[in-house]
Protein backbone atom coordinates (compact mmCIF):
# COMPACT_ATOMS: atom_id res chain seq x y z
CA UNK A 1 0.00 0.00 0.00
CA UNK A 2 1.33 3.30 -0.90
CA UNK A 3 1.62 5.78 1.70
CA UNK A 4 0.58 9.70 0.99
CA UNK A 5 2.97 12.13 2.79
CA UNK A 6 1.45 15.53 4.33
CA UNK A 7 4.15 17.59 5.51
CA UNK A 8 4.02 19.11 8.94
CA UNK A 9 3.40 22.57 8.80
CA UNK A 10 4.94 23.76 12.06
CA UNK A 11 7.49 20.75 13.74
CA UNK A 12 8.13 21.49 17.12
CA UNK A 13 11.76 23.47 17.24
CA UNK A 14 15.11 21.08 17.03
CA UNK A 15 15.99 22.93 20.79
CA UNK A 16 12.63 22.86 21.94
CA UNK A 17 12.33 19.44 21.37
CA UNK A 18 15.98 18.13 22.95
CA UNK A 19 15.18 19.97 25.69
CA UNK A 20 11.82 18.07 25.98
CA UNK A 21 13.88 14.73 25.80
CA UNK A 22 15.94 15.51 28.60
CA UNK A 23 13.25 14.60 30.99
CA UNK A 24 10.46 13.15 28.84
CA UNK A 25 8.69 11.10 31.55
CA UNK A 26 6.31 8.53 30.31
CA UNK A 27 3.35 9.07 28.11
CA UNK A 28 2.39 12.44 28.24
CA UNK A 29 4.87 14.11 25.25
CA UNK A 30 4.93 13.19 22.01
CA UNK A 31 6.45 12.88 18.55
CA UNK A 32 5.63 15.51 15.73
CA UNK A 33 4.12 12.63 13.16
CA UNK A 34 1.43 9.66 12.86
CA UNK A 35 -0.06 7.55 10.46
CA UNK A 36 -3.44 6.92 9.74
CA UNK A 37 -4.82 4.16 7.21
CA UNK A 38 -9.14 4.12 6.68
CA UNK A 39 -10.92 0.32 6.79
CA UNK A 40 -14.21 0.73 4.61
CA UNK A 41 -16.17 -2.82 4.19
CA UNK A 42 -17.75 -1.41 1.30
CA UNK A 43 -14.60 -0.10 -0.38
CA UNK A 44 -13.19 -3.55 0.13
CA UNK A 45 -11.09 -3.05 2.58
CA UNK A 46 -7.60 -1.19 3.94
CA UNK A 47 -6.97 2.41 2.13
CA UNK A 48 -5.60 5.90 2.19
CA UNK A 49 -2.30 5.26 4.27
CA UNK A 50 -1.10 8.71 4.86
CA UNK A 51 1.88 10.14 7.05
CA UNK A 52 1.27 13.20 8.35
CA UNK A 53 1.04 15.92 11.50
CA UNK A 54 -0.07 14.50 14.47
CA UNK A 55 -3.26 16.30 15.43
CA UNK A 56 -6.89 15.52 16.30
CA UNK A 57 -9.05 12.74 15.33
CA UNK A 58 -12.50 14.09 13.73
CA UNK A 59 -15.06 11.60 14.62
CA UNK A 60 -18.75 12.00 14.72
CA UNK A 61 -20.60 12.29 17.71
CA UNK A 62 -22.38 8.53 16.98
CA UNK A 63 -19.23 6.93 15.93
CA UNK A 64 -18.81 3.29 17.39
CA UNK A 65 -15.96 3.54 19.29
CA UNK A 66 -17.97 6.13 21.84
CA UNK A 67 -21.19 4.04 22.56
CA UNK A 68 -19.62 0.44 22.00
CA UNK A 69 -16.10 0.49 22.79
CA UNK A 70 -14.56 -1.14 19.77
CA UNK A 71 -11.00 -0.15 20.08
CA UNK A 72 -7.91 -2.36 20.22
CA UNK A 73 -4.24 -0.75 21.07
CA UNK A 74 -0.71 -2.09 20.99
CA UNK A 75 2.63 -1.10 23.16
CA UNK A 76 6.08 -1.58 21.28
CA UNK A 77 9.31 0.49 20.94
CA UNK A 78 11.76 1.30 19.23
CA UNK A 79 15.65 1.06 20.24
CA UNK A 80 18.59 3.24 19.28
CA UNK A 81 21.61 0.58 18.52
CA UNK A 82 25.05 1.57 19.14
CA UNK A 83 25.68 2.38 15.38
CA UNK A 84 22.65 4.94 15.27
CA UNK A 85 20.48 3.00 13.86
CA UNK A 86 16.83 1.90 15.31
CA UNK A 87 15.67 -1.08 15.80
CA UNK A 88 12.04 -2.69 16.86
CA UNK A 89 12.17 -6.05 19.01
CA UNK A 90 9.49 -8.64 18.09
CA UNK A 91 6.84 -6.23 15.71
CA UNK A 92 6.14 -9.84 14.21
CA UNK A 93 4.47 -10.39 17.71
CA UNK A 94 2.92 -7.35 18.09
CA UNK A 95 1.00 -7.47 14.95
CA UNK A 96 -0.41 -11.06 15.78
CA UNK A 97 -1.15 -9.99 19.08
CA UNK A 98 -3.03 -6.58 17.58
CA UNK A 99 -5.53 -9.01 15.12
CA UNK A 100 -6.06 -11.54 18.05
CA UNK A 101 -7.37 -8.70 19.66
CA UNK A 102 -9.11 -7.73 16.61
CA UNK A 103 -10.90 -10.86 16.17
CA UNK A 104 -12.47 -10.81 19.83
CA UNK A 105 -13.55 -7.49 19.08
CA UNK A 106 -15.15 -8.18 15.96
CA UNK A 107 -13.11 -5.18 14.32
CA UNK A 108 -10.98 -6.35 10.83
CA UNK A 109 -7.49 -7.63 11.07
CA UNK A 110 -4.87 -5.09 10.05
CA UNK A 111 -2.36 -7.00 7.08
CA UNK A 112 1.12 -8.25 9.31
CA UNK A 113 3.04 -5.88 6.85
CA UNK A 114 0.73 -2.73 6.84
CA UNK A 115 0.95 -3.13 10.51
CA UNK A 116 5.13 -2.84 10.72
CA UNK A 117 5.26 -0.58 7.57
CA UNK A 118 2.94 1.85 9.42
CA UNK A 119 5.71 2.41 11.98
CA UNK A 120 8.84 2.08 9.45
CA UNK A 121 6.98 5.15 7.72
CA UNK A 122 6.54 7.00 11.63
CA UNK A 123 9.72 6.30 12.30
CA UNK A 124 11.26 7.16 9.24
CA UNK A 125 10.23 11.45 9.90
CA UNK A 126 10.36 11.14 14.02
CA UNK A 127 13.83 8.83 14.54
CA UNK A 128 14.72 12.44 15.92
CA UNK A 129 13.01 11.75 19.19
CA UNK A 130 14.64 9.31 21.08
CA UNK A 131 15.31 10.80 24.55
CA UNK A 132 18.57 11.66 25.68
CA UNK A 133 17.75 9.49 29.46
CA UNK A 134 19.55 6.39 30.12
CA UNK A 135 17.33 3.61 29.24
CA UNK A 136 15.33 5.64 26.93
CA UNK A 137 13.30 4.66 23.76
CA UNK A 138 10.50 5.59 21.66
CA UNK A 139 7.89 4.19 22.52
CA UNK A 140 4.74 3.39 19.74
CA UNK A 141 1.32 3.11 20.17
CA UNK A 142 -0.75 1.40 16.97
CA UNK A 143 -4.42 1.39 17.82
CA UNK A 144 -7.52 1.20 16.10
CA UNK A 145 -10.92 2.73 16.58
CA UNK A 146 -14.45 2.17 14.99
CA UNK A 147 -15.75 5.09 13.10
CA UNK A 148 -18.81 4.17 11.67
CA UNK A 149 -21.72 6.50 12.74
CA UNK A 150 -24.96 4.63 14.10
CA UNK A 151 -26.64 3.08 17.42
CA UNK A 152 -27.51 -0.42 17.55
CA UNK A 153 -24.99 -3.14 18.88
CA UNK A 154 -23.64 -4.84 15.86
CA UNK A 155 -19.80 -4.93 14.80
CA UNK A 156 -18.82 -1.69 12.24
CA UNK A 157 -17.78 -1.69 8.84
CA UNK A 158 -15.72 0.89 9.30
CA UNK A 159 -12.35 1.58 11.06
CA UNK A 160 -9.31 3.44 11.78
CA UNK A 161 -5.79 2.80 12.29
CA UNK A 162 -3.33 4.61 14.12
CA UNK A 163 0.24 5.07 14.78
CA UNK A 164 1.73 7.79 17.08
CA UNK A 165 4.87 7.66 18.98
CA UNK A 166 6.09 8.90 22.48
CA UNK A 167 9.76 9.83 24.05
CA UNK A 168 9.93 7.36 26.92
CA UNK A 169 11.79 7.90 30.12
CA UNK A 170 11.39 5.36 33.19
CA UNK A 171 7.59 3.97 33.74
CA UNK A 172 8.15 3.71 37.63
CA UNK A 173 9.30 6.74 39.83
CA UNK A 174 13.11 6.72 39.84
CA UNK A 175 14.90 5.73 43.04
CA UNK A 176 12.51 2.72 44.23
CA UNK A 177 14.59 -0.50 44.63
CA UNK A 178 11.26 -2.31 43.91
CA UNK A 179 7.63 -1.75 43.37
CA UNK A 180 4.87 -2.45 45.96
CA UNK A 181 2.05 -4.31 44.76
CA UNK A 182 -2.08 -3.81 46.35
CA UNK A 183 -4.04 -6.71 46.21
CA UNK A 184 -7.28 -6.00 44.97
CA UNK A 185 -10.95 -7.16 45.43
CA UNK A 186 -11.89 -5.82 42.12
CA UNK A 187 -11.82 -8.57 39.19
CA UNK A 188 -10.38 -7.89 35.57
CA UNK A 189 -11.35 -10.30 33.46
CA UNK A 190 -13.68 -13.55 33.88
CA UNK A 191 -13.05 -16.47 31.62
CA UNK A 192 -15.15 -16.05 28.19
CA UNK A 193 -14.62 -12.46 28.83
CA UNK A 194 -11.77 -9.82 27.08
CA UNK A 195 -8.80 -10.59 29.61
CA UNK A 196 -6.53 -11.98 26.89
CA UNK A 197 -7.64 -8.80 24.07
CA UNK A 198 -5.28 -5.38 24.32
CA UNK A 199 -8.59 -3.36 24.68
CA UNK A 200 -9.27 -0.52 26.12
CA UNK A 201 -12.44 -1.66 27.94
CA UNK A 202 -9.83 -3.83 30.47
CA UNK A 203 -7.82 -0.90 31.51
CA UNK A 204 -10.77 1.09 31.99
CA UNK A 205 -11.80 -1.56 34.69
CA UNK A 206 -9.00 -1.69 36.37
CA UNK A 207 -8.88 2.41 36.84
CA UNK A 208 -10.54 2.34 40.44
CA UNK A 209 -8.23 -0.49 42.17
CA UNK A 210 -5.62 1.12 40.58
CA UNK A 211 -6.46 4.42 42.11
CA UNK A 212 -6.75 2.51 44.91
CA UNK A 213 -3.51 0.96 45.27
CA UNK A 214 -1.66 4.68 44.46
CA UNK A 215 -3.46 6.42 47.22
CA UNK A 216 -2.57 4.01 49.55
CA UNK A 217 1.20 4.07 48.31
CA UNK A 218 1.25 1.13 46.13
CA UNK A 219 3.14 1.06 42.70
CA UNK A 220 0.34 -1.07 40.94
CA UNK A 221 -2.36 -3.44 41.32
CA UNK A 222 -2.48 -6.86 41.74
CA UNK A 223 -5.28 -8.51 40.33
CA UNK A 224 -6.77 -12.59 41.38
CA UNK A 225 -8.95 -14.64 39.41
CA UNK A 226 -12.69 -13.92 38.89
CA UNK A 227 -14.30 -17.29 40.25
CA UNK A 228 -12.46 -17.63 43.19
CA UNK A 229 -10.57 -14.92 44.69
CA UNK A 230 -7.80 -17.02 44.66
CA UNK A 231 -5.26 -17.51 41.75
CA UNK A 232 -2.87 -14.87 40.62
CA UNK A 233 -3.14 -13.40 37.82
CA UNK A 234 -1.07 -10.61 36.46
CA UNK A 235 -0.93 -6.64 37.54
CA UNK A 236 -2.86 -3.30 35.92
CA UNK A 237 -0.12 -3.35 32.52
CA UNK A 238 1.98 -6.00 33.87
CA UNK A 239 2.69 -10.31 33.79
CA UNK A 240 4.53 -11.86 36.81
CA UNK A 241 7.24 -14.40 37.85
CA UNK A 242 8.08 -15.62 40.36
CA UNK A 243 11.31 -17.39 40.75
CA UNK A 244 12.17 -20.20 43.37
CA UNK A 245 15.25 -21.85 45.83
CA UNK A 246 15.40 -24.89 43.67
CA UNK A 247 16.03 -23.24 40.34
CA UNK A 248 12.25 -23.19 39.41
CA UNK A 249 10.42 -20.13 37.86
CA UNK A 250 6.45 -20.34 37.45
CA UNK A 251 4.37 -18.10 35.67
CA UNK A 252 0.72 -17.82 35.77
CA UNK A 253 -0.51 -19.58 32.64
CA UNK A 254 -2.70 -18.11 29.71
CA UNK A 255 -6.02 -18.98 29.55
CA UNK A 256 -7.78 -16.28 27.92
CA UNK A 257 -7.76 -14.35 31.17
CA UNK A 258 -4.87 -12.27 31.13
CA UNK A 259 -3.21 -10.60 28.56
CA UNK A 260 -0.13 -12.50 26.39
CA UNK A 261 2.64 -10.47 26.92
CA UNK A 262 5.51 -10.11 24.45
CA UNK A 263 8.16 -9.32 27.08
CA UNK A 264 6.61 -13.03 29.22
CA UNK A 265 7.16 -15.18 25.99
CA UNK A 266 10.58 -13.48 25.43
CA UNK A 267 11.38 -13.77 29.49
CA UNK A 268 9.85 -17.41 29.42
CA UNK A 269 12.65 -17.95 26.44
CA UNK A 270 15.83 -16.03 28.40
CA UNK A 271 14.83 -17.90 31.60
CA UNK A 272 15.42 -21.37 30.19
CA UNK A 273 18.56 -20.41 28.69
CA UNK A 274 19.67 -19.90 31.77
CA UNK A 275 19.18 -23.50 32.83
CA UNK A 276 16.04 -22.38 34.95
CA UNK A 277 12.83 -24.52 34.64
CA UNK A 278 10.33 -22.48 33.79
CA UNK A 279 6.59 -23.49 34.33
CA UNK A 280 3.34 -22.42 33.60
CA UNK A 281 0.72 -22.97 36.24
CA UNK A 282 -1.55 -21.51 38.75
CA UNK A 283 -0.13 -20.19 41.83
CA UNK A 284 -2.09 -18.96 44.23
CA UNK A 285 -1.77 -15.69 46.31
CA UNK A 286 -1.59 -17.59 49.77
CA UNK A 287 0.83 -19.81 48.32
CA UNK A 288 2.63 -16.68 47.30
CA UNK A 289 2.31 -15.24 50.87
CA UNK A 290 3.72 -18.92 52.80
CA UNK A 291 6.49 -19.26 49.71
CA UNK A 292 7.88 -15.82 50.32
CA UNK A 293 8.18 -16.12 54.36
CA UNK A 294 9.50 -19.50 54.24
CA UNK A 295 12.53 -18.25 52.27
CA UNK A 296 11.33 -20.47 49.40
CA UNK A 297 10.19 -17.83 47.00
CA UNK A 298 13.29 -15.92 46.49
CA UNK A 299 11.79 -13.39 43.53
CA UNK A 300 9.09 -12.33 42.07
CA UNK A 301 9.67 -10.04 38.86
CA UNK A 302 7.22 -8.09 36.50
CA UNK A 303 7.00 -8.07 33.24
CA UNK A 304 5.91 -5.76 30.38
CA UNK A 305 6.79 -3.35 27.38
CA UNK A 306 6.75 -0.34 29.04
CA UNK A 307 8.30 -1.43 32.77
CA UNK A 308 11.24 -3.85 30.98
CA UNK A 309 11.45 -5.93 33.83
CA UNK A 310 10.76 -4.73 37.47
CA UNK A 311 11.57 -6.55 40.72
CA UNK A 312 8.37 -6.91 43.13
CA UNK A 313 9.34 -6.03 46.72
CA UNK A 314 6.40 -5.97 48.81
CA UNK A 315 2.64 -7.38 48.48
CA UNK A 316 -0.31 -5.59 50.55
CA UNK A 317 -4.20 -6.84 50.97
CA UNK A 318 -6.59 -5.56 53.66
CA UNK A 319 -5.47 -7.79 56.37
CA UNK A 320 -2.09 -9.00 55.53
CA UNK A 321 1.01 -7.62 54.00
CA UNK A 322 4.44 -9.46 52.98
CA UNK A 323 8.52 -9.23 51.42
CA UNK A 324 9.80 -10.98 49.01
CA UNK A 325 13.88 -11.54 49.37
CA UNK A 326 15.34 -8.71 51.24
CA UNK A 327 12.59 -6.09 49.59
CA UNK A 328 15.08 -5.29 46.41
CA UNK A 329 15.88 -6.11 42.67
CA UNK A 330 16.96 -10.22 43.13
CA UNK A 331 20.17 -11.66 41.15
CA UNK A 332 17.54 -13.33 38.47
CA UNK A 333 15.25 -10.38 38.05
CA UNK A 334 18.57 -8.75 37.18
CA UNK A 335 20.14 -10.29 35.17
CA UNK A 336 17.24 -11.52 32.87
CA UNK A 337 16.49 -7.60 32.43
CA UNK A 338 19.81 -7.21 31.93
CA UNK A 339 20.13 -9.71 28.98
CA UNK A 340 16.55 -8.39 27.46
CA UNK A 341 17.02 -5.02 27.57
CA UNK A 342 20.65 -5.75 25.70
CA UNK A 343 19.17 -7.48 23.10
CA UNK A 344 16.83 -4.41 22.29
CA UNK A 345 19.54 -2.33 21.92
CA UNK A 346 22.28 -4.31 19.96
CA UNK A 347 24.85 -4.36 22.33
CA UNK A 348 24.71 -8.12 22.22
CA UNK A 349 23.84 -10.43 19.35
CA UNK A 350 19.98 -11.46 18.90
CA UNK A 351 20.29 -15.37 18.43
CA UNK A 352 16.64 -15.43 18.17
CA UNK A 353 15.64 -13.10 15.02
CA UNK A 354 13.95 -11.05 17.51
CA UNK A 355 15.05 -7.46 16.61
CA UNK A 356 14.07 -5.91 13.14
CA UNK A 357 16.12 -2.99 11.99
CA UNK A 358 14.19 -0.08 10.41
Not at 34 to 60: C, F, N, Q
Not at 186 to 200: I, S
Not at 264 to 269: C, G, K, P
Request: with cysteine.
Amino acid sequence: MEFTTIPHPAPLPSDTRTEALKNPGFGTLFSDHMVTVDYDEAKGGWHSATLGPRGPIALDPAAAVLHYAQEIFEGMKAYRQPDGGIALFRPDANARRFNASADRLAMPHVPEELFVEAIRQLLSVDGEWFPSVEGGSLYLRPFMIATEAFLGVRPAKQYKFIVIASPAGNYFKSGAPAVSLWVSDYTRAAPGGTGAAKCGGNYAASLVPTREAFERGHDQVLFLDAAEKKWIEELGGMNLFFVFDDGSVVTPPLTGTILPGITRDSLITLLREEGLTVREEPYSIDQWRADAESGKLLETMACGTAAVVTPVGKVTAEDYEFTIGSGGPGQITSKIREKLVSIQTGTVADTHGWVMRV
